[in-house]
Nanobody, 126 residues
Framework: QVQLVESGGGLVQPGGSLRLSCAAS????????IGWFRQAPGKEREGVST????????YYADSVTGRFTISRDNANNTAYLQMNSMKPEDTAVYYC???????????????????WGKGTLVTVSS
């Protein structure tokens, strides 16, 4: 059974950093595309970043390019989202997702992924 559990959310000041973790079980992380999505209050869910299966190819939303970094630790079956230079508009519930296919990131941004975690809340505020 595929399971994804996010952690690492919390309150951070503007300009600060936070690292989200996504612990995967029931499948081998490297065999799946991994994505991070977010949903702010009153807004639709949006794609943040993806990393392709069996590859280091990454894809980022324009709004986070240069500030966020997605990575994957295959030995620990865990994915990460390092968030730097955070802004109030980064406030959202962040979701980790996984998919056994291998498409470019924009595909998953528009169509979503097969498996989802329950999310972790990130608040950027002074």
């Amino acid at each position: 059974q595929v399971q994804l559990v996010e952690s690492g959310g919390g309150l951070v000041q503007p300009g600060g950093s936070l690292r989200l973790s996504c612990a995967a079980s029931g499948f081998t992380l490297d065999a799946y595309a991994i994505g991070w999505f977010r949903q702010a209050p009153g807004k639709e869910r949006e794609g943040v970043s993806t990393i392709r299966r069996r590859s280091d190819l990454t894809y980022y939303a324009d709004s986070v390019t240069g500030r966020f970094t997605i990575s994957r630790d295959n030995a620990n079956n865990t994915a990460y989202l390092q968030m730097n230079s955070m802004k109030p508009e980064d406030t959202a519930v962040y979701y980790c997702a996984a998919d056994p296919t291998s498409y470019i990131g924009s595909y998953y941004f528009s169509r979503g992924m097969a498996y989802w975690g329950k999310g972790t809340l990130v608040t950027v505020s002074s």
